[in-house]
């Protein structure tokens, strides 16, 4: 082996360190207490939730019993059979957010999204009239493309874990956490998001996974679920980084991502803790317990969601966590009628007809035949103008939430 050869070889050894430093920096990251920056700085996250766009609720649609994503395209396929209803979702998921609503967004002056999916966008099953499982790709890569162009950085966040991870409607499940009873469900989810991360490892816009939202219900016993849920992270985050070292775990407590006590010591070195907080006093009470987490374990925290509130408490409590030093995703970014959210649309015309529908007892066949719409043109028609009262153009800012956040400085 020639001298030069050798010079070489110990060159690339001495330099190879510098090397993975300088591309770790491309993603954003963590450093003690602190979310970091490309920048080396610390990083405080501003921004919002795209909720109801993957993940539609009941409430943001304006219905009461017909809450959580099964039940509402239940209905509307009743009302506008399987054909139509598939072609409204499609329609739906392509209108609700697009690359107007991201550039408007970059123009209020937040830095990242946290965006919430369901999981069996990447599954077979059926969800939403598609059980095509690169759909979730094919989404997320659109939104993700928009804010790369944009500049601002995109959480991913499964919303919705096979079995159902809270065991409430939001999760889209039948209303117990069966998650945490079944090895088959649990590795399930951990195939997703080991299926997720290989396919984002190299993404600098997504700033990292946030692995289940709000786990376990308030109405479930702790003492029964609570100590699944750590073992769980432990399991997803060694799958992860088996295909995915660059981005960050976001780890939400249980009982609505409020509980930290289901922690023990920190087992990643890119973990951030997850609370939720909502309609609480905005004082120093109220978050001083991840406070303290977070000195004990010296690692970042950060409030995934917050709002639904007046103006005076989102300003009041956006200025308690940012003394704090922790970041923000407000929810929602979008809503029909309503002024706790970023932007607002119109309910459209003969709208209360959906709504009267979604909300009456359709427990057997003989009711749902009772129930029919006498004019199923003039549902479909009421249901595409929520399409197109929901585009971005048609859409106007609260300004007042908007002031609130700091959004328009």
């Given at each position: 082996?020639?001298?030069?050869?050798?010079?070489?070889?110990?060159?690339i050894i001495l330099l190879s360190p510098v090397f993975s430093i300088a591309q770790s920096n491309n993603f954003i990251s963590v450093k003690g207490k602190a979310i970091i920056?490309?920048?080396?700085?610390?990083?405080?996250?501003?921004?919002?939730?795209?909720?109801?766009?993957l993940v539609p609720e009941g409430y943001m649609f304006k219905f009461k019993t017909t809450s959580s994503p099964r039940l509402i395209d239940q209905a509307f396929t009743e009302l506008l059979g399987p054909e139509e209803a598939k072609a409204f979702w499609l329609k739906y998921q392509d209108t609700y957010i697009t690359a107007a609503d991201i550039h408007y967004l970059k123009t209020t002056g937040i830095n990242s999204i946290r965006v919430p999916f369901n999981y069996r966008l990447f599954t077979y099953?059926?969800?939403?009239?598609?059980?095509?499982?690169?759909r979730g790709f094919e989404l997320l890569d659109r939104v993700i493309g928009w804010c790369k162009a944009e500049g601002l950085y995109v959480i991913l966040d499964m919303h919705c874990a096979p079995g159902g991870q809270t065991g409430a409607n939001i999760d889209d499940g039948l209303g117990y956490p069966f998650l945490y009873k079944s090895k088959a469900m649990r590795e399930q989810t951990i195939a997703i998001w080991k299926s997720i991360a290989a396919h984002y490892k190299n993404e600098t816009t997504v700033m990292g996974y946030d692995l289940l939202n709000e786990p376990i219900a308030t109405y479930f016993k702790a003492e029964e679920f609570n100590p699944y849920l750590e073992p769980l992270y432990k399991d997803i985050t060694k799958a992860i980084r088996?295909?995915?070292?660059?981005?960050?775990?976001?780890?939400?407590?249980?009982?609505?991502d409020s509980n930290f006590k289901v922690f023990g010591a920190?087992?990643?070195?890119?973990?951030?803790?997850?609370?939720?907080?909502?309609?609480?006093?905005?004082?120093?009470?109220?978050?001083?317990e991840y406070v303290d987490f977070r000195d004990k374990y010296n690692v970042p925290i950060y409030?995934?969601?917050?709002?639904?509130?007046k103006d005076e408490w989102v300003n009041d409590f956006r200025l308690l966590l940012e003394k704090n030093n922790i970041g923000w995703h407000y929810w929602p970014y979008k809503k029909m009628d309503n002024e706790a959210g970023v932007l607002t649309f119109s309910m459209?015309?003969?709208?209360?007809?959906?709504?009267?529908?979604?909300?009456?007892?359709?427990?057997?066949?003989?009711?749902?035949?009772?129930?029919?719409?006498?004019?199923?043109?003039?549902?479909?028609?009421?249901l595409y103008g929520f399409l197109n009262n929901c585009k971005f153009e048609n859409c106007r800012a609260n300004k007042g939430y908007v002031k609130a956040l700091a959004m328009d400085k």
């Open positions: 082996m020639s001298s030069n050869y050798k010079f070489l070889v110990y060159l920056g490309t920048d080396n700085k610390p990083f405080l996250i501003r921004g919002t939730n795209l909720g109801n766009w099953e059926n969800y939403l009239g598609q059980n095509n499982p690169n088996s295909v995915d070292a660059n981005h960050i775990l976001f780890l939400g407590g249980a009982q609505w920190p087992f990643d070195t890119k973990l951030v803790y997850t609370f939720h907080k909502y309609w609480t006093p905005t004082t120093q009470e109220v978050i001083q409030c995934g969601e917050t709002g639904e509130n459209p015309d003969g709208y209360d007809k959906i709504i009267d529908y979604a909300e009456k007892n359709r427990q057997d066949f003989d009711a749902i035949l009772k129930l029919a719409p006498a004019d199923r043109e003039e549902i479909k028609k009421a």
